[in-house]
């Protein structure tokens, strides 16, 4: 049979998609796109059906939530366009640690009403644990699941989501290397990781390194919108704060011997308030609007160039009751009004 041009363009287009998803360490990911966190810290939030229909307008189909929230995940019902990142509950996690019937347990009662109509992708497992006091009891709850997806045969990735305190040194990226604490708690994590093909979870935020520095740091440069290179790092050269934290995170699992472990951005953001200056929603927009091009791009970072990730921005909406300051400011949307605080898309 003759193919026509078209379809054989189309067959074309098929491969490079296909040759872009699949890399180099085996593992297979899904086209780079944009996810939301969707955080509940608020008295004045909109009820989940409507949030939901929000995400279906601006075509998001990648949802975070912290726990499993009975509410939002009832609205799911039925939405399988929407691949859902569940969090088990930080205080959960020592009752969890040493018992894998615990474990079942927790899963018969909180993902598994869903499983037959909710797309739930990722279980986490802690959020921002690693390093800490609950750090030790990431790894035994992550292989309780495991085993559990596993001799179910589920679809769902079980990881944790860690942040960039992890690292002892990260300029520049290449000086990448964890804390000690952080190496003892996080390598055996990311060594499972790396046995089940499951993607680290990762919060970078360019806002915080840049606030705590804004002398020395370039505002554009923390913003994607140095357009040459500001830090050259041996042969590799940054225009933006936000590749070089994660590839300095790339550097240091390399020094502890995981190579090619796929990240995922699971937050990322910028306060459009609670700082002065630092903290408009103009400055905001800006990094959040160029975060969502740099995904799209799927152009990844000069350390993994060509391997783009996923992306999830913190957060869907200003939560007032989180701790006063920027960190009831990181919502693309104002919760009363549902009004946008800056246009992002
Ligand atoms: C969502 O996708 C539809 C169909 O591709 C498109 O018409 C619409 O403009 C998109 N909306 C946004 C906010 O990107
Ligand atoms: C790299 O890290 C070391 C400490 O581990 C530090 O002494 C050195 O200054 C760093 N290199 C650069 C160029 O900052
Ligand atoms: C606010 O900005 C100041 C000055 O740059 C910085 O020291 C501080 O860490 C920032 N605070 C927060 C919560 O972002």
């Known amino acids: 049979m003759l193919y026509s041009p078209a379809k054989l363009f189309w067959l074309f287009l098929s491969c490079i998609?296909?040759?872009?998803?699949?890399?180099?360490?085996g593992f297979v990911t899904a086209a780079n796109s944009i996810g939301l966190n969707y955080g509940l810290l608020g008295n004045n939030l909109p009820p989940p059906s409507t949030v939901i229909n929000l995400f279906k307008s601006l075509n998001v189909t990648k949802i975070r939530i912290f726990n499993p929230n009975t509410e939002v995940l009832n609205a799911l019902r039925g939405r399988r366009e929407f691949q859902v990142m569940v969090g088990v509950r930080d205080e959960e996690l020592d009752h969890l640690k040493s018992n894998e019937e615990n474990v079942r347990e927790w899963f018969k009662n909180n993902i598994e009403?869903?499983?037959?109509?909710?797309?739930?992708?990722?279980?986490t497992v802690g959020n921002e644990v690693i390093p800490g006091n609950y750090g030790d009891f990431v790894l035994p709850v992550m292989r309780s699941l495991t085993n559990l997806v596993k001799s179910r045969n589920l679809p769902i990735s079980i990881s944790t989501v860690v942040a960039m305190k992890n690292l002892a040194q990260s300029?520049?990226?290449s000086n990448g290397t964890f804390t000690s604490l952080g190496r003892k708690q996080l390598?055996?994590?990311?060594?499972?990781?790396?046995?089940?093909?499951?993607?680290?979870?990762?919060?970078?935020y360019p806002y915080f390194a840049y606030a705590e520095d804004p002398k020395s740091i370039r505002l554009d440069y923390a913003t994607f919108d140095a357009?040459?290179?500001?830090?050259?790092?041996?042969?590799?050269?940054?225009?933006?704060?936000?590749?070089?934290i994660f590839d300095a995170f790339v550097?240091?699992?390399?020094?502890e011997g995981v190579k090619g472990l796929p990240m995922v951005v699971s937050e990322t953001g910028w306060p459009s308030a609670g700082n002065g200056s630092l903290t408009t929603p103009d400055i905001a927009g800006t990094y959040n609007r160029n975060f969502v091009q740099h995904i799209r791009s799927g152009k990844g970072t000069p350390k993994r160039p060509n391997n783009?990730?996923?992306?999830y921005i913190f957060a869907t909406f200003n939560e007032n009751k989180k701790p006063a300051g920027v960190e009831q400011n990181f919502g693309l949307y104002n919760p009363s009004d549902m009004k946008p605080i800056y246009k992002l898309f």
């Open 113 to 123: 009403p869903y499983l037959a109509d909710v797309n739930i992708a990722f279980i």
């Open 251 to 255: 550097w240091a699992m390399e020094k």
């Open 308 to 311: 783009g990730m996923d992306g």
């Open 17 to 25: 998609v296909l040759f872009v998803n699949y890399n180099n360490s």
């Open 227 to 244: 357009r040459t290179v500001v830090v050259q790092d041996r042969q590799l050269g940054y225009s933006n704060l936000f590749d070089a």
């Open 187 to 204: 390598v055996p994590v990311l060594q499972l990781l790396s046995q089940t093909r499951t993607p680290i979870l990762v919060n970078i």
């Open 171 to 173: 300029y520049p990226p």
